[in-house]
């Protein structure tokens, strides 16, 4: 499966191919720094307290670094002489602290323009030949009516136009009338063209997308500045990002963190003037800033911003970063099992010869009247007989008698006159008696056996005859057509019960075939039989109970399930009422992804937690380099707190605050690419990530202030 | 030596507490939600006009517990003002106006600071129906507030939390009561003093006079106790020797104080259906309390100094009949829980010693707490712990299958602002406004310097947290002391319940999620360690630059 946008040969956009995840290369953070420079406006900043609270705490100390020369500092803080430099040195770091977190957000949003640029070019407006009055009984093809040439952009919801070949398609709609190839590489990165028509599930076009051959009726299904690029270019650019549940919990635990080490920090001075000395306002400054959280706050949108980053690499549009979100949630996955859990093409996987019949004569027989057949199940049944060894040759010899519904039978009328005939048992048994030779008994008995032995493992039976010139017609055996499981699903299916995700094949096979599938596949549940209505159902009774649920759908009938379920992923080639239920379109069109899409919510909300463990933990440390630096004069015993013997408390505090801002950009990285994520149960995920982040929280700033110390000490005054 | 005693005490209580935790907290749960009221209980909500099985929203309830504590509030400040003319007052005169706030605030808000020295300011109405009354009904109500978060927990797509009336009536009537009436009891057998002989003059062996004040100590002393008051019927509460005679009185009023808040956690296990999730909060709670008093212990045995190492640990302050470890259990009970009580005084412990009551505090009186706020103090940290933890996981964090969402947070944090801006900001303003400072340099340090500092922050860690203990050395009966505690008390109590009962509200009306394999477990060793790593870090850091200028300097020589 692809994880990156590949546009090889797209002509209408032809966008380089975004970065790998996680790549944080100085190209990227020199097209972003003077974004993290317009950011420092204090409107946009106030929407981030914790990052607010740095810019006003930089703008204090720069002011105070500005007007001590003239009035005098203070030469002691806490009983302890300063170098003259302090509030000037604080005041810089302060402000690389606002740069770095800006510079994350920056570098996370530029990672979302080239791919909104080159979306951008194929919404230009483009010539639409407007269906004036539009006949849909009379003239459907619009060959009659008159077209008026308009800007795409003029084009308004319930507008007809007609597309032909060479043609962008002027806006989002829906083919009244039609077929057509259509290149849709512009949106989906894929070259290969696909097949649009009227009716059914596949009438969605999209606009700025190409069409290649034929003509099409088209009726527009959106607003202008409403259409799907629009909001895809929305999306990526994280324009329209909202802050979700999730992240306005955080935001808001955040904020109340730094309130109270507002309240620490106003409070501590006229504490201390009873008993101690006062600090000053530089060293207040950098005690608020190193205690509260930064790390996570100069991070947390940037993440927010990756994680959708991350979806659209996997080629899926979120509607919203909610639905993101709730893909980690989620507890129950509905799959069809067509094309998601099995290859959705039946496959020949064995030959049962009946009747004493010679294996390669049945083999043959339905090896050379498969030949002419182009599907998946014919080329399959002739790669097996190769397979077994037994020669087919390669022209068809004979005549084809194509698959017609009233018979339900192809075959091969071979020159010698001898007719091969494969298809359902009772099919065959009719063709046989049809022809004067009824099956007796015995072999009827076994034919019906073999027949219920294949349709029990969840294959389907195909039954082979053959009629030679003058002979009574025979039943040589039955060709055992399998539905293929896809590869490695059974373990990636272990792998989400082990998350506690419950995974419930959708079929509508009957409940037989299903269960042998559902087994083999290693599905917890399966719903046989489906139709959409049940489907709705199921979803309903699963979120009555409380679960999440997840599902895939591409059809005008699934829209109703897919707007029921927590995260609907309609297919690109569906039809547009899915992709308007839906919250989420896959561009390739692969259910599999349903899988990726909740690791991808997991690991976003992993990275957030990770980051906020990682910088409540650091607290710790960063009280042990300050507060007894900040009252060494005054109190010398406080020097058995200070653990990492730091040199001097201006080296300890100036130490602690460049270790703060240091540490944001470490973490970019991290951030951008999110926390690695392996399908675990809760309690190991747990387990290892409070060892990593919160053990490693408390430790990483022990060691980085000690090492910046070891620097700082060198420093004249420190 | 002491390393063995220090074992056996603290074994022999906790095995106590084992043996009781669910029986006890089975009854209370039972109490809590059955179905049948007594006959008593029928009749006071008659007299209240109460339909006892109709249920509240959280609005309601709150209001119903506002309204109850302020006519508490009223009773009590009115009783003080008028016990010049109320019978058995001794011939005491009213207490001030702003020591009567401050004393019915601390009362009400079940903190039982005391500005003044009962014996001799208080008769015995004042006592009796005025603090013995919210003795019970404070605790009822922190009980009551509990249990209606648990409801939150427990209930699905629930408008209503329980009725406040009924929680109060039977908390009081089925809990309370019986237990103090018991208690009381073996007090009395243990020789504590029950009676109303007022003051008795005798003569000393020495030949002087002495005024003996008697009353009615044995069954007030039990409530003190058992509803985590703290408040003595003597200044020198528990230390002295008619309110806490023996060492196993004393090893008695230790169970009495940690009986319901440990025991609360199997309530809370039993009524949300999971018994697993009422031992971790009880294991985090006992955790905490096993670490601090062993610390305790350690700090006040190895004292520096010419006396103490004479007398081989620190013994000033502390009563020679309870010796280091039972005055250490006692002082880690009195302020682990919010009681408040004493049977030493803290401000003669070493510098770093002193230092961990108020640590015990400031954890915000969750290890394991008073009757009620206890539990949900460490539910509403178990609620942050668990949104951090939860994302760690990949999952929209939910505790016992309720989603923490913005909601949830919001009050999670504002409760956690609470008492650190309450304590921070009255401490800092005894010092930043010159005239406030001048009283508080002049009139109510005893010891100048930090360790008058930590005198203060100390008064106003324990009105805050509702504890009730006082460092000593410290004069708080002046205006500005006796409003800023009694405010820094009835914030520091109704605004946690406010936040709590709002996140029980908004908890009930939740559906419940139901456990997977994804879900983040609250019932393993894991989790208890990270709780207690929140608690720790969320409350007690924050007050690590303050103690750096109080006990940390004093002790870091």
Redesign the interface.
Known sequence: MSTTLVRPTAPAASAPAPTPQGAFTWGQVRAALPGAFRKLDPRGMWRNPVMFIVWVGAALTSVLAVVEPFVGGPAQSGGTDVPGSFTAVIAVVLWLTVVFANLAESVAEGRGKAQADSLRRTRTATAAHQVATYDEVGDPDATRARLVEVSSADLRLGDVVVVTAGELVPGDGEIVHGIASVDESAITGESAPVIRESGGDRSAVTGGTRVLSDRIVVRITSQPGETFVDRMIALVEGASRQKT??E???S??L???S???V??A???N???????APVSVAVLVA?LVCLIPTTIGALLSAIGIAGMDRLVQHNVLAMSGRAV?AA??V?TLLLDKTGTITYGNRQAAEFLALGGTPQAELVRAAAVSSLADPTPEGTSIVDLARRDGVDVGQGVPGEVVPFTAQTRMSGLDEPDGTQIRKGAGSAVTAWLEEGGTPLADDLRAEMTAAVEHVAQSGGTPLVVAVRAPGQPGRVLGVVHLKDVVKEGLAQRFAEL??????TVMVTGDNPLTARAIAAEAGVDDFLAEATPEDKLALIRKEQD???LVAMTGDGTNDAPALAQADVGMAMNSGTSAAKEAGNMVDLDSDPTKLIDVVRI???L??T???L??FS??N??AK?FAI??A??MG??P?????NVMGLSSPSSAVLSAIVFNALVIVALIPLALRGVR?RPL???A???R??LV??VGGVVAPFVGIWLIDLVVRLIPGY | MTALTTLLSLGAVLLVLAALYRPFGDHMAHVYSTDRDGKVERGLYRVLGVAPRTEQTWPTYLRSVLAFSFVGMVVVYALQRTQQWLPWSLGLPAPSEHLSFNTAASFVGNTNWQSYSPEVTLGYTVQTAGLAVQNFVSAAVGMAVAVALVRGFAYRRSGTIGNFWVDLVRGFLRILLPVAAVAALALVVGGVVQNVAGFTDVTTLAGGTQSIPGGPVASQEAIKLLGTNGGGFYNANSAHPFENPTQWTNLLQILLMLVIPFCLPRTFGRMVGDHRQGYAIAGTMAALFTVSFVALVALESAAMGTAPQLAGAATEGKETRFGIVWTALFATTGTGTSTGAVNSMHDSYTALGGMLPMLNMMLGEVAPGGVGSGLYGMLVLAVVAVFVAGLLVGRTPEYLGKKIGPREIKLASLYILVTPTLVLAGTALSFAVPALRDSVEGTSIWNPGVHGMSEVLYAFTSAANNNGSAFAGITANTPWLNTALGVAILLGRFVPVVLVLALAGSLAQQDKVPTSAGTLPTHRPQFVGLLAGVVVILTALTYFPVLALGPLAEGLI
């Open positions: 549940p999730n306005i919990a955080l808001i635990l904020a109340s963190l309130i109270v080490f309240v620490v106003l409070t501590l006229p504490i201390a003037s009873y008993a101690a005690l979100e980690g949630d507890t019960r082990a998350m506690g995700i419950r109970g409380g679960h919510g997991k690991q909300l992993i957030r937690g990770a906020t463990t409540i933990a607290d710790v009280y507060i007894p900040m009252f005054v109190f015993g406080l020097q058995a707190l994520y149960d809760a309690s995920i747990l387990g990530n409070l982040y919160g």
